[in-house]
């Protein structure tokens, strides 16, 4: 009986030491897998610097040539709005002209009246007189050679007077014609003064559409490659710091399992771990995860609803890459073994980074705060996870909401 139990207890040894080391086996694997794709991810990149520079420069010259677009056109619309102020103030100088000469006019119009008035009463006056007869009575009726010259004069000085009279109407009425068809002049160029304001007004606001669709067209570039601005050398050195954080994370988990297997030989519990991801910083949900402007958003963006908005690990793991980036501003990226398993973590547009790479952290532990910095466009967290590596296409990014309810 005794050999018979023996026999059943070397068997259920070695079911169970085969189990686990089968299990084992199939976790390693896993894990060098994983760190045999990210190295191999760094050989391809190799082959692809020199065109992703090439592509980053035709990028560059193309916003060059917005941005060169964008100045012509706002020193067009400077020109556009000078011309409109010139025109504003000649209308206005043109106004006050029509105003005075419309003062003039009426004042002429009032004196000609005047003198009409005069004028009719004084040839009713000769005709009723007789005209010249009268005249010639005034002139025959001298006493004296004296007297008679002195009536001469006098009549020839009333004739001028009459005379300059008449003259002065008549350059008084020709002036009242000028100056009319000066302020019809004046009237004219007015309106076309006013029309040409309003094409240099329609003109304007052509303008300033046409930048506002050009820097629409370049905002809405610069957000389909928000992140996708980083350079091959930059992917290459996060992938190797994230392949030397899978090492590590290797070299734990092989600790963790030794440490399990000496557990269960004394008969104590397994530890217990949480495999599940948390909120890493407080806000609304501004983004969501999936297509935008034709290409993938892959990750979501928190808001930010406070002076300082802490950002915390959404789960435990080691920090493979914590620095500034030209896309993502202040970014952390954290590997995660839950349960054997590996994930990513992107936490993007910091104000600033509390870790530091190769710092191991605990779900909770502050990476920094809430900020706007690198190609963002409002204060906000970009929160990214990854099943499996990060890679430049996101072609293992899946929604944060997957695993986290917001």
């Known amino acids: ?75 067009a619309v400077a020109e ?34 005047k003198r009409d008035e005069a004028l009719k009463t004084r040839v009713l006056s000769v005709q009723e007189s007789g005209g010249v007869v009268s005249y010639l009575d005034v002139l025959l009726g001298a006493k004296s050679f004296g ?41 004219a160029k007015l309106e076309q003064i006013r029309a040409e304001l309003k094409t240099d007004q329609e003109t304007l606001i052509a303008q300033k559409g046409q930048k506002e669709k050009l820097m629409a067209e370049l905002k809405e570039k610069e957000q389909q490659i928000e992140e996708e601005m980083l350079d091959k050398a930059e992917e290459a050195e996060i992938l190797r710091r994230q392949e030397a954080a899978y090492k590590k994370l290797y070299q734990q988990w092989l600790e963790e399992q030794r440490r399990i297997q000496e557990a269960k030989q004394r008969g104590e519990k397994p530890p217990v771990t949480d495999g599940t991801f948390m909120r890493p910083a407080n806000g609304p949900i501004t983004s969501n995860f999936g297509q935008r402007w034709g290409k993938l958003h892959a990750g979501v963006d928190i808001g930010k609803r406070g002076s300082e908005v802490p950002v915390v690990a959404a789960a435990d793991g080691i920090v493979f890459r914590s620095y500034y980036s030209s896309s993502y501003g202040n970014v952390v990226f954290v590997s995660h073994n839950i349960n054997g398993k590996m994930y990513t973590t992107v936490y993007a547009h910091l104000e600033s980074r509390s870790v530091s790479e190769g710092q191991a952290v605990k779900k909770g532990d502050l990476l920094g705060y809430m900020g706007n910095t690198g190609r963002s466009y409002g204060a906000h967290l970009h929160f990214e996870i990854h099943e499996g590596a990060w890679n430049a296409s996101k072609s293992n990014a899946v929604n944060p909401k997957k695993y986290i309810n917001f």
């Open 1 to 75: 009986m005794r050999k018979l139990f023996t026999v059943i207890l070397s068997a259920t040894i070695a079911i169970g030491g085969t189990t686990f080391l089968s299990e084992h086996a199939s976790a390693n694997q896993q894990l060098k897998n994983k760190i045999n794709e990210v190295h191999g991810k760094r050989k391809e990149l190799n082959k692809e610097v020199q065109q992703k520079k090439n592509e980053i420069n035709q990028l560059e010259n193309e916003q060059a040539k917005v941005n060169a677009e964008i100045k012509k056109l706002d020193l």
């Open 80 to 113: 556009t709005a000078e011309r409109i102020r010139k025109k504003e103030a000649e209308i206005k100088t043109t106004k006050a002209e029509i105003d005075k000469l419309a003062f003039k006019i009426k004042e002429l119009q009032i004196k000609i009246t």
């Open 147 to 187: 007297d008679f010259i002195d009536r001469a004069n006098a009549i020839s000085i009333i004739v001028q007077q009459d005379k300059d009279i008449l003259q002065a109407h008549i350059n008084d009425k020709q002036a009242l014609e000028d100056m009319k068809k000066e302020q019809q002049a004046k009237l």
